[in-house]
């Protein structure tokens, strides 16, 4: 098959980002660094953005005010699962001792480990063991 004969590849989507409103973009940085333990990744002014570095996905801090003076938080489950490498109940210990709130602790269901954090403006992120 010669190289002008040869099937496109096949595009598809590759995860980047999942937006959070915060009140302050400054403090949730500080949280999700220095309390949660993500990595600052993206500094960009209005684009503040925490996660793995080297690896995908990212959560957008977005202030909502800064385009929308009377936007409101979001708080609640924002859907979002967080996978935490080592002993599940030893890091949840060590985020516990960080001064991370959570709003169900470390739990064995039926199905496995589980436990659900949340920041300074009541945005709830789900905690499972993983890699």
């Not at 995908?56 to 979002?80: F, R, S």
Request: proline residues 8%; contains cysteine; negative net charge.
């Amino acid at each position: 098959m010669s190289p002008a004969a040869k099937p496109a590849a096949k595009s598809h989507p590759v995860f980047s980002s999942v937006a959070i409103v915060v009140s302050d973009r400054k403090k949730a940085v500080r949280w999700y660094t220095e309390a949660l333990g993500l990595d600052h990744v993206a500094d960009d002014d209005h684009w503040q953005a925490v996660g793995t570095k080297d690896r995908p996905g990212l959560l957008h801090l977005c202030q909502v005010t800064e385009y929308d003076p009377k936007g409101a938080l979001e708080p609640g489950n924002t859907g979002i699962c967080l996978h935490l490498s080592g002993d599940f109940v030893k890091s949840c210990s060590a985020l516990e001792a960080r001064g991370v709130k959570f709003s169900t602790p470390p739990t064995k269901f039926d199905w496995g480990w589980g436990a659900s954090v949340v920041d300074p403006d009541g945005n709830e992120i789900y905690l499972s063991p993983g890699a």
